[in-house]
Each structure stands twice: as C-alpha cells, then as structure tokens.
C-alpha cells in the first residue's frame, strides 16, 4: 500500500498572505486541521491549526473584539507556517510515511507527485488504515497470542485456523517482550471461542 493510495485529497492549500482569521475560518469549514501553503504553485510551507490558535490572542485579553480582529488581520499565516517542509512521494510506502511522521512528531506529510502538491497524508488516514487493517469495523472473533519467534510458528497457527472451517478478517504482527518471541493478533470468522482455543492448543 502506498501513500498516493490513501492520502487525502485533493488538497486545500492556503497563501502565505491569507490572515490567521480566514485561516481559520476555511479550516473550520472544511474541516482540516493543516493545509500546505503556496505561492506561485510552489509549496513553501504548511500550517496547522495548533499553530493559527497560537497566534490568536488569550480568550481572557483585555483587548476589544475590534481590537483583536485588528490585530488579526495583521497576522498571516507566512508568520505562523513551518517553512522547512518534509514531503513523500505519492509512491512512497505508507509505513514509511507513518514513520516519518511518528519519528519527527508531524501531523501531517504533503504528497507530492512530479514536484507538485497533489494531496496530504495525515494522522487520521493512518488511524483509519489500522482501523482496516485490526478489523476494527468487522464482526469476529479477536485473538491474540504469544508464539515462537521462529520459522514455521505462523504458518502452523493459520494451517490450524482454516482446518478448522475458520476465515481470516485480519491479520497483525507485534513485538513480543523479548528478540524471541512475537505478539500475533488476528480476527476471524465462521469460528466460535471454543473451536478456536481448541484448534490452537
């Protein structure tokens, strides 16, 4: 699975010179929490919501609602925006961008593709992939298990499940608490709770 795959778009991107007001007001509307920023087509920068709130004033200013809507207006999203942007390829693979992303503590990655902005990859698009990926949105039976972690150990577990009339929905691999073992999640179905213990015992 590659990011072009699942990245949100198309993109909405904002100007440098766009006020944190409307900034804000377009996030609100369509319901993102960071856009890219352009100029001239060119990507020079992203945003996210966390960084226009920043730069509004405290809910408990002494300022007037005019004064602060003044104050604003003056205040642009080139002033708030994160100008060294770190981007993946539309081809790049999508635990790759999840990497990137824990690794660095980003909200958000631009795609590219050819040099051109051509979507987002965010927080949310991963958490619906795990959610796609653990089942999460199937009926089933949920199993977790400790095996070996050697040759063999996984294709005996799956050899046991399906002798047993049982379908995998999903299927994942987890460290286990040392190098020798490993933590094995999976969900399945056509299976009840005591046909599955007692095809994997």
Known sequence: MFVGDRMSHPVIPLSPETSIHDALALFKKEHIRRAPVMKDNVLVGIVSERDLLNASPSPVTSLSVWEMNYLLSKVTVRMVMTKKVKTVDVGTPIEEAAR????????????????????????????????????????????????????????????AIADAGGNFISFGFFAGEDLSTKILTFKVEGMKKDEVRKALV
């Open 100 to 159: 990137i992303m824990a690794d660095n503590k980003f909200g958000g990655l631009p795609v590219m593709r050819s040099g051109k902005v051509v979507g987002i990859i965010t927080e949310t698009d991963l958490f619906k992939i795990f959610l796609e990926l653990m089942g999460a949105r199937d009926k089933g039976i949920r199993v977790t298990a400790i095996i070996d972690n050697k040759p063999g150990q996984l294709a005996r577990v799956t050899k």
